[in-house]
C-alpha cells in the first residue's frame, strides 16, 4: 500500500472513532472480541499509518464504528 493512502486510512479510522466517542482502548477491545489481534498500540500505529491493516480488521471496524467501506476508505487520488 502507498503510505500517503495509509495515513489517510488512519485519519478516517481516528476521525469516526472519535465522532462514535470509542478511546483506542475501547475500539481494540472490540476489534480483539471480533477474532482480531489489534492492541491499543497496534492501532495507534494503525490511525498513523505505520501499520497494516488486514481485511478481517476493516470488516470489523466497519461493523463495529456502523458505517459503510466508502466512509471507511479514502478516495484514490
Not at 472519535?18 to 482480531?36: D, N, P, T
Not at 481485511?55 to 471496524?61: G, M, N, S, T, V
Request: aromatic share 6%.
Amino acid at each position: 500500500m502507498n503510505a500517503e493512502y495509509e495515513r489517510a486510512l488512519g485519519q478516517n479510522i481516528w476521525a469516526l472513532r472519535m465522532k462514535k466517542g470509542f478511546s483506542q482502548e475501547q475500539l481494540a477491545a472490540q476489534l480483539q472480541v471480533r477474532g482480531c489481534d489489534v492492541t491499543r498500540s497496534a492501532l495507534a500505529k494503525i490511525e498513523v499509518g505505520q501499520r497494516h491493516i488486514y481485511p478481517d480488521e476493516l470488516r470489523a471496524l466497519r461493523d463495529i464504528l456502523g458505517v459503510a467501506f466508502e466512509e471507511l476508505l479514502p478516495a484514490l487520488p
